[in-house]
């Protein structure tokens, strides 16, 4: 469960998250590779739902590439409008390199060797959902094939669900989806039967979800496991069999910071009599408009057609300005020219 149904779930019981569960985990995941990993650079996330925790990923200014996989068609659709860059990503680039983002429709039993040398996987709340073949294939492509630096498995931990009173002392788990629900000493098990397969990974356990403090022997409500590879070199046993098994739903590109923004301190524009915009030049004429203020209230001279402007708009467009210039008019009146990229 990707969503607030969990806080929902114990509406009328002593549990309240706060922030909402789903959060939790989001920022769990994003404080762990930003701030307890090295050299983060591709990410994927496997079971990638509607694209939420894509909104603190782009936050990394230093990754190059992230994958997001589900194999949903609904999910993925909502997932693609959620990963679609936004004007404000191309105004105000402040990544330190390019951001490129692959949807992918694909299956995490699968291989495909476009995740070749990625740093990172995450599975927020996905084994849960597997079938047992699908399962049990999972951790040879997440820890044999892909072989990433991290890996971030978050579930929901069944010793806590006495909390939930919809769930008290019924076996329903938390989602109609749900395959199972382990306990803790469940999922211990088979993270050990991971690092026992693959030995050159090892792991710790955290959670999000704390109960309350007389209900502390339950443990979290979602258990957590971070597998680190054991070297911080990335893999010599390159993947020789290119394979193509997810399919591409979208792809989106994010720019980089490729000019340094001046400063901004936001203008006092009431005291700006007129103000000229260039925004572009047709062979020897610049086109420009003038704004002015009457009234304590902005009014375009022309160029605009009459389209209000706000101060905000304004201080954007300052920001964007390659250069102003302030002169006085013929009149005395001061004036302030920017020019546009």
Known sequence: MKTEEENEMASGSDVVFSPPL???????????????????????????????????????????????????????????????????????????????????????????????????????????????????????????????????????????????????????????????????????????????????????????GEPPEQYSDVGFCTQIAIFRRHSDTDSTDDITDKCLNYKIVDTFDYPKNTRIHKEMEFVDWPSVPILHIHRGRFGDKTESFGVKWINGELSTLDGLNGVPLSEVLLDVMLRLGEATQNEVNERGVPEVYIDLL
């Open 22 to 208: 789903y959060i939790q985990r989001y920022q769990l995941v994003f404080d762990v590779l930003t701030q307890k990993c090295q050299n983060i650079h591709k990410i994927a996330d496997f079971g990638c739902a509607e694209g939420k925790l894509f909104r603190r990923l782009k936050r990394m200014t230093n990754v190059e590439e992230i994958a997001l996989i589900d194999c949903d068609d609904y999910s993925l659709e909502m997932c693609v409008h959620e990963s679609r860059p936004l004007p404000y990503d191309f105004l105000f680039a402040e990544r330190d390199v390019p951001l490129k983002v692959n949807v992918y429709k694909g299956s995490v039993a699968q291989n495909d060797s476009r995740l070749e040398n990625f740093d990172a996987i995450t599975c927020i709340e996905l084994i849960e959902h597997l079938t047992a073949d699908v399962l049990q294939a999972f951790p040879d492509n997440i820890f044999g094939y892909i072989r990433p630096k991290v890996v971030i498995i978050t579930t929901p931990n069944i010793e806590y669900n006495v909390l939930f009173p919809q769930l008290k002392n019924t076996s329903q788990l938390r989602h109609y989806d749900h395959k199972f629900e382990w306990t803790r000493h469940e999922f211990d098990n088979w993270c050990q039967s991971i690092v026992k397969n693959y030995p050159e990974y090892s792991y710790e356990k955290t959670g999000v």
